[in-house]
């Protein structure tokens, strides 16, 4: 064996609802044909004040992306190369000092749509001033031209990066049954306690194809996992602890292929008395997937709690998606009984979307009772079915757009047809956002209450307090609603919360 040594890095941006303010103020990009200021100014005139956008980071937290889950996949399943994975969203700084300071032969370097102005510059350093060592890139970022023309194509990997690899290293290309489970330890995202969180991975890809989406195109959909290996694996988890576990479902589309995880379930319900805690889930999903399982048996008779969903309803018009099918808003309904947090998220300017469509799927989205929305913008990613469309219409923007636009909030990279391209999509963001929170009135409320429900169930300390910081947060939030809503929400807010403390007092 060659004496190999490889380490993973991840670049990215989080994407930013204050994207269009900061674009607004920098002159940079003034006078640009393609970044029309205009819009973002047309929009705040009408929602800045009723969202408190300009003083607000972000409409909702931002999970915390510094953990390397994809390196550490990686390295878990490259055992026979010695490696280290960088826990960081890789700077310059953070590059200089690790391969300064570490003796190195490879760099492994996942990218992302957004962030590709960050990854152009990583790769540049690396290529010129340190090119004795070779260099990997992978991830979303990699199926754009920005990355694949300043380095060499070989070595840019658009599939399954575990085999990629074992190839370069011309090592053994594993079969389904050899991927290992990494054991990933992070923070639990969002949640407002600090939580030790284990990072989940039993297959690659989905086995969905919805027609915005890289990952069917850039990730085959393969299952590796057998529900021994999967139960073996988190009994292992949980074993390290005499308090609650909390897992992190780090899949696309959680409890694929449905037989194994039914065997699963079946397993944790039959020994439940096997697990003096519980085992607290937030995952990723589908509604019409989740829909096909026994929720209401895992949720009570076994040591599992559903803590969080996260679903995509996209679009409610054009058929919608496949993931979608049978009954939406009666499955939501399910979930929320079941004292689960359910996050809907939805998209506004899709190719086919009118002005009038755009008003009819935000009213459809507003029938829907999740406890929280997120919400938005179309962006075409290359590889996919609507971007290559886009691409045959010649709507796409040109490379004078700088890289930063090309995956980011409020902006559309093109020219659509019945819209226009830019920030023209920013003012219906904007009121999405809005009518939302006016539906919703209370998120913070409503997380509070759900982990009251999952504190019925569990008697859990750490969801008892998380629930007590969810209602503090529900109570500072009042002191922004009330300047901004009509006085009759803001007295169902103050009903809703008083209701919630007086719930709380009572546990």
Not at 8 to 22: A, I
Not at 164 to 188: Q, S, Y
Request: hydrophobic residues 35%.
């Amino acid at each position: 064996m060659n004496n190999y040594k490889i380490a993973f890095f991840k670049v990215l941006s989080p994407l930013d609802n204050r994207f269009p303010l900061r674009v607004l103020e920098d002159p940079k990009y003034d006078d640009h044909p393609l970044i029309n200021k205009d819009a973002i100014i047309e929009a705040l005139e009408e929602y800045d004040e009723k969202l408190n956008y300009s003083k607000s980071g972000t409409f909702f937290d931002i999970a915390n992306l510094s953990l390397n889950i994809e390196g550490r996949f990686l390295a878990e399943n490259l055992p026979e190369i010695p490696s280290i994975v960088v826990d960081e969203i890789c700077t310059k700084k953070i590059l200089y000092k690790t391969l300064k300071k570490q003796d190195l032969t490879h760099i492994g370097l996942s990218t992302y749509a957004s962030g590709l102005d960050k990854a152009v510059e990583l790769i540049n350093i690396v290529r010129t001033e340190f090119s004795d060592k070779e260099l990997y890139i992978g991830g979303v970022g990699a199926v754009y031209p920005h990355l694949q023309e300043i380095h060499d194509p070989k070595n840019i990997c658009i599939a399954n990066g575990v085999n990629w690899l074992r190839e370069k290293f011309n090592l053994r290309l594993f079969k389904p049954e050899d991927f290992r489970i990494p054991k990933i330890i992070g923070d639990f995202p969002g949640f407002p306690i600090p939580v030790k969180t284990s990072y989940l991975i039993t297959q690659i890809g989905c086995p969905q194809n919805c027609d915005f989406c890289i990952t069917p195109n850039l990730l085959k959909y393969q299952p590796f996992s057998r529900h021994e290996k999967i139960i073996e694996t988190i009994e292992e988890i949980n074993s390290h602890s005499k308090k609650d576990t909390f897992l992190f479902i780090n899949e696309p589309n959680a409890f694929f292929p449905e037989q194994t995880w039914k065997k699963v379930f079946e397993y944790f319900i039959k020994n439940r008395c096997d697990f003096d805690n519980s085992i607290f889930i937030a995952f990723d999903g589908s509604l019409n997937h989740i829909n096909k399982f026994d929720l209401e048996s895992i949720q009570t008779k076994s040591p599992f709690k559903f803590m969080l969903i996260s679903f995509g309803i996209e679009s409610t018009l054009e058929g919608g998606y496949i993931k979608n099918q049978g009954n939406p808003e009666k499955t939501i309904e399910r979930l929320n009984k079941l004292g689960i947090v359910t996050k809907l998220n939805y998209i506004l300017g899709f190719p086919f979307h009118t002005k009038e469509l755009l008003d009819i799927e935000i009213e459809n989205n507003l029938k829907f009772n999740p406890d929280i929305y997120s919400i938005g913008n179309f962006i075409p990613v290359p590889q996919t079915p609507l971007h290559n469309q886009l691409m045959h219409e010649n709507r796409l923007y040109d490379r004078t757009l700088p890289p930063e636009f090309l995956y980011s909030f409020g902006f559309q990279p093109f020219r659509h047809e019945r819209l226009g391209g830019g920030f023209n999509i920013l003012k219906n963001l904007l009121k999405a956002l809005f009518e939302s929170e006016k539906k919703l009135v209370s998120v913070y409320g409503n997380f509070a209450n759900k982990m009251m429900d999952l504190f019925d169930l569990s008697h859990s300390r750490k969801i008892k307090w998380a629930a007590e910081l969810f209602l503090r947060f529900d109570k500072m939030y009042l002191k922004s609603f009330q300047t901004r809503m009509d006085n009759e929400i803001v007295i169902n807010y103050q009903k809703r919360y008083e209701k919630t403390r007086q719930r709380y007092r009572n546990l």
